[in-house]
């Protein structure tokens, strides 16, 4: 009975310490897009079920990932916008605006986008359907029934957020849905925070866009957005501005890649959990074992 009593306890300590001692989720690669370690592919911009609308000519790769930050960094001379001009690398509240985001422990959703070769810059919007019933892929590549347009298809709460490839990809502007899209009951009622065109804000964001030549990668501070950007929000430039809404278990996009292409797809907001380390699982083994090995010594 002793014998028993200790594999049991020695089971169940191996079995804590495999998941105490457990791995964080793969490191995300924040770069621009010179690599994409520790994001999942969501498929090419031609691809049947991604293409939204637009030119099925802009072809490119689409990559997700979220992540819980931890004092992430920029690597890989990517380009970004500079200091000089507002917020840098994942820098929050240089100039009063962000505070907040960016901090240990927030959700982390990022999009990338690689052209393989291509060129990337304009402006780039991204659109999130919050309940993920709104935007639609094309029925067919190339085909004019995609619901991508954030004027026609948005519900209230949902948002765009653009970034500008032009002027080192700062974030642009912020804008919210209050009403409906036309196309989705409306009336059309949109509200906006403007980043800094014309107005000479900050352009310090709980959003940051990093790239590379041919390809970029644009990181959103969830708990971060809804906090300054949400119904309660602090960040009154606008005092029309009455709050994007919050987010659940995934959020649709509809992505205007590169050129005129716009491509529909779904994205996680929640990290992965850690899951154990071989080692750790290993010694769970051998606790088990024991365990057997005592019961096999009590039969006999």
Known sequence: MQAMKKAISGAAAALALSFAVSSQAAPVDINGGSSWGGWTSEGKSNDLGVYGSGSALSVYDIYTTVFTFNNNSVSGGAINHTTANGASGFASNLLGFSSGAFANGHRILGIGVDTNGGTVGGTRTVRFDLD??????????????????????????????????????????????????????GPNNQQALVGGIGSGVSYDWAFRAFAQTDSYQMFFDLDAMYMLYGVNNPFLKNANFTGIGSFGNSVR??????????????APTTAPSAVPEPGSLALAALGLFGLVGARRRKAA
């Open 132 to 185: 993920a019933d709104s935007y639609k892929a094309a029925s067919s590549v190339g085909g004019n029934d995609g619901r991508t347009s954030f004027t026609s298809w948005s519900e209230g709460g949902d948002f765009t957020v653009q970034f500008e490839g032009a002027n080192n990809w700062r974030g642009g502007t912020l804008t919210m849905q209050v009403g409906n899209g036309t196309s989705n009951g």
């Open 253 to 266: 996009i509809s992505l205007n890649g590169v050129g005129d292409n716009s491509v529909v797809f779904d």
